[in-house]
Structure formats: C-alpha cells, structure tokens
C-alpha cells in the first residue's frame, strides 16, 4: 500500500497506473479515518468490485459547524494505516487541510431539497460542506465506483442526487451498516461515550427495531404514529436527548402520511448522549 500526501502525487501515480493498465477500475472510499468494522466493509466491497482501491482519511474542517467536534475528532494514523493496508487498499490518501485548501474556497457544492431536514436541518452547512469535500476528492481520484455506508444514508442521498445532476462519472455504491453485537451502529465516536451512555445507546437500534415490527403488524399506520412509538421508546433511556426521530420517504426525504401508501421509507434517528450525538436508520420497503 502507498501513502501519499500530495495530490499531484496521487494523481501521477493513478495515471501511471491507469496507462499500464488499461480498463483499470478504479474504487474509492472516502472516510475521516479512526477505522472501524464499517470502513473495513466498504473497503471489502471495493476490493471485490474493483482492481485498485483509493482509501481517503481527511477530517474534512468544512463540514464540522462552529461548537461541534472537529478539533477533537478521534484520530490515530499508525492504526488507520494498517487496518487499511490490511483490507487490502493499494493507496492511502492522507492530505493534510492545507492541501486540500489551500486557500479558502469561494466554491461551494449546495444540493438542494434532500438536505433539507435531518442533519441537514440540525447542521446547517454540513452537507454544503460534504458535498463539496466529495466533489473534490471524486476529481482528485476519478473513480469508477465510490462505496458509502448507509448509515450516514441522507449522505448517500445526496451524494447520489449530487452525481446525477452534475454528471459525474462515477457509480455511487451505497454499503449496509455494520453493528455491534448488541446492534448499536458501528462509529468513529462511539469512543466519546461513558460505560452508561454505550450501555443506553443501544436504545437506537432497539427503537429501530420496535418500528420495522410496528410497521410490519400495522401497514395503515402513519408516518406520525409511527414516529410518536420510537420517540417514546428512546425516551425510555434516561441518558438520551433526541435531536430528532423521523419517519420520510427514501431517498427523497419528504414527508409521508400511511405507511401504505409511502413506498420505501427511512426511519431516521439522531440522539445525544451527554455531548455524543448518535445517528443511525432503517430503511422499510
Ligand atoms: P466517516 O469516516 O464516519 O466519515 O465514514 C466514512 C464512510 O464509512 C461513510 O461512507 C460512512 O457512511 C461509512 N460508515 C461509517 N460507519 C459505518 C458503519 N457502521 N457501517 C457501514 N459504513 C459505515
């Protein structure tokens, strides 16, 4: 595995690469490193889909807002760097902030109407910030295929609404979320929490849980119904503060009424526990 810092380094050594060897796929996953099951899945899958493997680590300032944890972000290179080599990428992209902005950008990717609510609503900015950060890597790369979990599935959304109307040309490869063995979703910052809070936290995937069967058992309940269930039972653990539980049409993210009528939906949950805000979904077909 290579790691390379530059980015006129990666790009010479892809091109290289793509010269020697023509009809060369090429797949990318992009992360802000502190690697865990959920990063080593989508590695997995580029590997199987593709003969190259670009892993990208960069905590990326522009999607963090004021008062939110980009200082104190976990990091740890040496780790990250033989996970990665040890699911197999061929190239480690570390770049520092100066690199890729080096000064401060005057562009900015905005996607509309999907980053409306969610994290979009509880981060101001954090998508312009995503989708800027990702246009700029998928042109420092040019993958064929970039691989992102579903459990950050609003980015998916709008990575995929962010490829179709500019064209870009690459296969957005959503991955499923990987879990502890209690069910509480894989995270970077799953590090920040108390023995308590880890203990409480599983209450997440519990509540997701609760819906996929109430939902099952009652096909004419509503969106609201449905979301007043998973609210009550996240309140069950003392320790959680809910930002915010939805229940929205996937992958548009509009509102729904009779769970019936919606097609596929995404329960959507984000909840703090003291200053450690969770996110994790389910998507219901
Ligand atoms: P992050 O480093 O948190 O920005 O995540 C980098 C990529 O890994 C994103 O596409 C995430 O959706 C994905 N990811 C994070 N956690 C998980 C997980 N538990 N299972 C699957 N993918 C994940």
Redesign the pocket.
Same mark, same amino acid.
């Given at each position: 595995m290579k790691v390379i810092r530059s980015i006129a380094e990666l790009r010479n050594a892809l091109k290289e690469e793509r010269a020697a060897r023509p009809g060369l796929a090429v797949g990318f996953v992009?992360?802000?490193?502190y690697l865990h099951e %959920?990063?080593a899945?989508?590695l997995k899958a580029a590997r199987q889909s593709c003969d190259t493997v670009v892993l990208s680590i960069f905590v990326n300032p522009l999607q963090f807002g004021p008062g939110e944890d980009y200082e104190t972000y976990p990091r740890d290179e040496q780790r990250d760097l033989a996970v990665a080599e040890a699911e197999g990428a061929d190239y480690a992209f570390l770049p520092s902030v100066a690199e890729m902005y080096p000064s401060p950008t005057k562009t900015k990717v905005t996607v509309g109407q999907v980053t409306e609510r969610l994290c979009g609503a509880s981060r101001p900015g954090h998508f312009d910030g995503v989708a800027t950060v990702v246009t700029k890597l998928l042109n420092i790369v040019q993958p064929d295929r970039a691989f992102? %979990?579903m459990?950050?599935a609003q980015?998916v959304a709008v990575i995929q609404q962010m490829t179709l109307d500019l064209n870009l040309p690459v296969e957005i490869v959503p991955?499923?979320?990987?879990?502890e063995a209690d069910g509480l979703?894989?995270?970077?910052r799953n590090v920040y929490l108390s023995e308590e809070e880890r203990k409480q936290a599983v209450v997440l995937y519990e509540a997701l849980s609760l819906a996929r069967s109430l939902a099952e058992a009652d096909r004419q309940m509503t969106a609201e119904e449905l979301k007043r269930h998973i609210e009550a039972k996240i309140s069950s653990a003392p320790l959680a503060r809910i930002d915010y539980a939805e229940v929205l049409a996937y992958p548009s993210l509009e509102p729904v009424g009779k769970l019936a009528e919606a097609g596929r939906v995404i329960v959507a949950l984000a909840v703090k526990f003291g200053r450690t805000r969770l996110i994790d979904n389910m998507i219901l077909e």
């Open positions: 992009p992360t802000m490193g %959920g990063h899945s989508l992102f %979990g459990k950050d980015q991955c499923p979320t990987l879990r979703a894989r995270s970077s």
